[in-house]
């Protein structure tokens, strides 16, 4: 009987879903080739975590360690997708993963364990893939991602105009030609959604 030990799942259960941890692995891994290092690493931490957590799993300071991390790992990783080239699908994707979350927590408490596990299994797969569709596109490097956010025309009056950039902003060039004198005026209106 499962209440008789202090994990929350069965031996079976607990190995199945430390095999499934290593999808974060992997994910990690992609970020890592495609040079996304600081999404990579976050990623990396979820993988670590949910070793940790789940190769016993108990209500313990390693079970809110994991459910800590991966919260911030989840809402790092939708900061940095905002703007990014494949943002629509990662969303998408995204909300589909975490729709298995209360389903794993409804099943758990049904006493429908393998069911559950499946479930639960099911967020970390999908999220991974999501993770592969972010990394897949371009990002707003971090260096430059408060700065683009600060003051957008800044970045556009850089002498590169970044690819990203421009399906955000619409530039219109007023120009002001004063026919008493011989100058031209130009001023750069800026309209962002």
């Given at each position: 009987m499962?209440?008789?030990?202090?994990?929350?799942?069965?031996?079976?259960?607990?190995?199945?879903?430390?095999?499934?941890?290593?999808?974060s692995l992997f994910s990690s891994l992609y970020g890592i080739y495609k040079e996304k290092y600081d999404l990579a690493i976050v990623v990396f931490g979820v993988f670590l975590t949910s070793l940790l957590y789940w190769y016993k799993p108990t209500f313990c300071w390693r079970q809110?360690?994991?459910?800590?991390?991966?919260?911030?790992?989840?809402?790092?990783?939708?900061f940095r997708a905002y703007n990014s080239e494949y943002y629509f699908i990662y969303y998408i994707t995204l909300c589909i993963s975490l729709c298995f979350y209360p389903l794993g927590i409804y099943l758990y408490n049904k006493k429908l364990y393998w069911q559950s596990t499946?479930?639960?299994?099911m967020v970390h797969i999908i999220s991974n893939i999501s993770n592969f569709i972010l990394y897949s596109g371009t990002i707003i490097p971090l260096t430059t991602y408060?700065?683009?956010?600060?003051?957008?025309?800044?970045?556009?009056?850089?002498?590169?105009?970044?690819?990203i950039t421009l399906p955000i902003c619409n530039i219109n060039t007023i120009t002001n030609t004063n026919t008493n004198t011989t100058n031209t005026i130009n001023y750069v209106t800026n309209s962002c959604s």
């Open positions: 499962l209440q008789d030990t202090e994990c929350i799942l069965y031996p079976d259960q607990c190995s199945f879903l430390c095999k499934i941890a290593f999808f809110t360690l994991d459910i800590i991390y991966v919260k911030f790992a989840l809402f790092y990783h939708m499946y479930a639960h299994s408060f700065d683009y956010f600060n003051n957008p025309i800044t970045i556009l009056s850089s002498d590169t105009i970044d690819s």
